[in-house]
């Protein structure tokens, strides 16, 4: 199993790509999203976008993630999308003053 990882600080309104659309992730294990900041809990957002239409779909949306805390995303159903050229990328958002952890595991 491969991993893709991210560390994501919090900006107000600023998506970062974590898949871009065209990789052909096949198939996503899991995501571990996991709190690093020393004393703020992250507010935290993962969506769908693609980007030939505009399609947004929210996986999660504004989830409050305590300090030293990790969540895991593992629901098969909600991980499976379109990645290939035309499909779907996969963007974090972190609120302000917040620093994020993300691991992604592929297949």
Do not use: W
């Amino acid at each position: 199993m491969a991993s893709i990882y991210h560390n994501v600080t919090g900006s107000t309104g600023l998506d970062v790509e974590l898949i871009a659309a065209g990789l052909n992730v096949a198939s996503i294990g899991s995501i571990a999203i996991t709190n690093t900041s020393s004393s703020v809990e992250a507010s935290v957002s993962i969506k769908l976008f693609k980007d030939s239409d505009g399609s947004t779909f929210q996986m999660i949306s504004n989830v409050a993630i305590p300090v030293g805390t990790t969540l895991i995303l593992d629901d098969q159903s909600l991980l499976r999308f379109d990645n290939s050229r035309r499909g779907f990328g996969l963007f974090a958002s972190v609120a302000s003053d917040t620093v994020c952890d993300i691991l992604i595991n592929t297949a």
